[in-house]
């Protein structure tokens, strides 16, 4: 195989199909312990990111979310609170709704068990979809988010492209990742966190070391801000702009489809 035929998996080099595959089998794996590993993997401070996240995002009412690699549906239930609140504020009755895309049907069939998604009907939906081929009409959604997924797409700029092609015009992008950090000093630390405590923990919550350590190989192989920002940008989002978290452990690239 060439260089041109391979990508990463953590820190092996697999084809592109395997690496779907081997995704697909880690969040088999980890599915019905996501979202409380999640806490481990951003040493707590996720849920904060993720505020902030949907405060830049500003939900409004009516709009039509979808919320990729969406895995448990964190984001899009946050979607309509949010886009509710507004309509409730300015006497703006339109129902927003969201659709939850992960490859994963085992992500969502977690997703879809949490008590917190019954109360939203038909306005929160749930579909099994490569983000890289996302079965949607161009100009479908006025907002995308994608949270700690697209590090593990076997091909980024494929997924970026597919965003744009799925946006209205005016939509807003906002992915956010694990990212390098701002301080040697705290990537040093971070790193020795990350390689030494996560898989352990991981394999006492989940009985899964392997796949805890694949996640934290992978953000260490996930390129820095500007690498990224120049993709994004590169696939057509205007105005693409970087926001650090907690010194760059995760990062919030937002830009808009114009």
Not at 36 to 43: A, G, L, Y
Not at 132 to 138: G, R, V
Not at 172 to 198: C, G
Not at 230 to 244: D, I
């Amino acid at each position: 195989m060439s260089a041109q035929d391979t990508v990463s998996f953590g820190f092996e080099t697999v084809t592109p199909d395997e690496k779907v595959d081997r995704v697909k089998g880690v969040f088999r794996s980890v599915a019905s312990k996501y979202d409380v590993m999640n806490d481990f993997m951003s040493v707590g401070i996720h849920r904060l990111w993720k505020h902030d996240t949907m405060t830049r995002l500003n939900p409004q009412p009516g709009e039509a979310h979808l919320d990729v690699a969406g895995g448990t549906g964190e984001l899009a239930r946050s979607f309509l609170r949010r886009a509710d609140a507004a309509g409730q504020r300015r006497g703006d009755t339109r129902k927003a709704t969201a659709i939850v895309c992960d490859i994963n049907d085992a992500m969502l069939e977690a997703g879809k068990a949490r008590p917190d998604t019954a109360e939203w009907g038909e306005r929160l939906n749930w579909v099994c979809a490569d983000g890289t081929a996302l079965p949607y009409p161009d100009r479908s959604f006025d907002a995308l988010t994608i949270s700690f997924g697209i590090r593990n797409f076997a091909d980024r700029v494929a997924g970026l492209r597919e965003f744009k092609r799925v946006l209205k015009p005016g939509g807003r992008l906002a992915v956010l990742e694990f990212t390098e950090m701002t301080a040697p000093l705290l990537q040093k630390a971070y790193d020795t966190y990350s390689f030494n405590v996560i898989p352990k923990v991981g394999e006492i919550v989940t009985g899964d070391r392997d796949s805890y350590q694949y996640l934290v190989e992978s953000i260490r192989q996930f390129p820095d801000q500007e690498t990224f920002k120049a993709e994004v940008e590169g696939t057509g989002f205007s105005n693409v702009t970087v926001t650090n978290f907690s010194g760059g452990i995760a990062a919030l690239h937002f830009g808009w489809a114009i």
